[in-house]
């Protein structure tokens, strides 16, 4: 069997690959340009695609041209990149071939936080106070009723506008003290983004809740709380570890019943002081983390293959908790530095240098050479950085 993984220089599609590498299966990575997965042993052969980013149209005609020419019979569509241009193409692919990604119509009740606050309501789960204008003569009357911090979001971390994509991180600049800043956050991102969110900001811990569902009946499920995460203001997590907790693994999983999810998803959470779980996302497709899911006993990836290739799959809820995994280059070094200039040293460096029996997204001495690609993204990253063309993105927006 032949399949396809897009966007190759996630870590997700590189578990994904060793996953189903690993079980004799033919796994074909592809990427807008030279990357991770590229570099496995467990990858059979990899393409160079146009860049989804700038050129969604030529995206599309080659995946699928690929997908006819190359035989595959299965086409997983990775990050947010391209998730949405696939599920909206679904329909175009040659008869026979699986495209893993809910209809376009379920998966924006996802990609689109408007709409995913309105299933929250109908699951009964809580979601940040939250408010859109739509215009922007609305703001300066908005500004001055909300209660801060509040937080700047656009609906979607992807937008398309004028045949190119935007992509819009929340950052430290987008957590608004008073007025002032907040329509300054607003203006910023709207020009990117029209007419973002406005959101109470959630003090809490983060928890993602991930799951595999078949139209809306959930077949596996996992829950890990967040250690580290850059930018430290709210961001990828650097460092998790796996947890038992039925209740927010219920809620989760209530939220995506209702919306008839069909496929792979993590639920993010903020779990208050208090102990109440707050929505905080919902990501339809691989998420970042997956690595650690996998390594305490949940294999997202081929138990989705397999639900895909024979219809169904058995259940999986129990897993090895206590189980922990780090993305160490290049974020978890990021996030180290960012502690240092916080002034955060003693701490930051005590646990930042604890390696024992801690898994990690990327490194493997079973499959070496990603861990080199790796390396080379950094290296080409800093270059890039240093030569102006890349600014350094994450804690100051």
Same mark, same amino acid.
């Not at 299966?25 to 860049?51: C, E, H, M, N, W």
């Not at 940040?128 to 908005?142: A, G, R, S, Y």
């Not at 397999?306 to 259940?315: F, I, S």
């Given at each position: ?111 689109? !936080?408007?709409?995913? %606050? ?5 699951? +009964? /789960?809580? $979601? =940040?106070?939250? @408010?859109? #204008? !739509?215009?922007?003569? %609305? ?5 001055? +009723? /909300?209660? $801060? =911090?509040?937080? @700047?979001? #656009? !609906? ?242």
């Amino acid at each position: 069997m032949k399949v396809l993984y897009t966007d190759a220089h996630s870590n997700a599609a590189l578990v994904a690959i060793r996953s189903l590498g690993a079980k004799g299966i033919q796994v074909y990575a592809s990427d807008y340009r030279k990357s991770l997965g590229f570099y496995s042993k467990y990858t059979k052969g990899s393409f160079i695609y146009p860049s989804p980013l700038t050129e969604p149209t030529e995206f599309i005609e080659y995946i699928l041209k690929k997908a006819e020419t190359e035989g595959f019979e299965v086409v997983y569509p990775v990050h947010e990149f391209t998730t949405p241009l696939i599920s909206k193409h679904k329909g175009e692919f040659p008869e026979g071939v699986k495209v893993a990604v809910p209809d376009f119509d379920i998966l924006m009740l996802a990609h689109d !936080k408007s709409r995913t %606050e309105k299933y929250a309501k109908k699951a +009964k /789960i809580k $979601y =940040p106070k939250t @408010v859109i #204008p !739509k215009t922007l003569d %609305e703001l300066d009357d908005i500004s001055e +009723k /909300i209660s $801060y =911090p509040a937080v @700047v979001k #656009p !609906k979607s971390k992807v937008t398309w506008r004028d045949g190119k994509a935007s992509v819009v991180k929340v950052t430290r600049d987008c957590i608004a003290q008073d007025k002032k800043h907040l329509i300054e956050a607003y203006q910023k991102i709207h020009e990117r983004s029209s007419f973002p969110l406005i959101q109470e900001y959630i003090e809490g811990i983060g928890y993602g809740v991930s799951a595999l569902v078949k139209d809306g009946n959930p077949k596996a499920a996992f829950v890990h709380k967040r250690l580290r995460e850059y930018p430290t203001t709210g961001g990828a997590s650097t460092l998790r570890v796996s947890v038992k907790d039925d209740n927010l693994m219920e809620t989760g999983l209530s939220l995506l019943e209702n919306m008839k999810w069909d496929g792979l998803a993590m639920a993010e959470f903020k779990v208050t002081t208090e102990g109440e779980p707050v929505l905080m996302e919902v990501n339809g497709r691989f998420w970042g983390s997956i690595a650690l899911a996998v390594a305490a006993g949940v294999d997202f990836p081929y138990l989705y293959h397999k639900m895909l290739c024979e219809g169904d799959v058995e259940e999986v809820f129990d897993y090895k908790e206590n189980v922990m995994c780090r993305w160490l280059i290049p974020l978890d070094i990021m996030q180290y530095i960012a502690k240092l200039r916080q002034g955060d040293i003693v701490d930051s460096t005590r646990d930042f240098f604890k390696f024992k029996n801690i898994k990690d997204d990327i490194i493997s001495a079973d499959d070496p050479y990603p861990t080199v690609g790796a390396v080379m993204d950094c290296v080409n990253y800093a270059v890039d950085v240093l030569s102006g063309k890349r600014r350094v993105s994450g804690e100051t927006g």
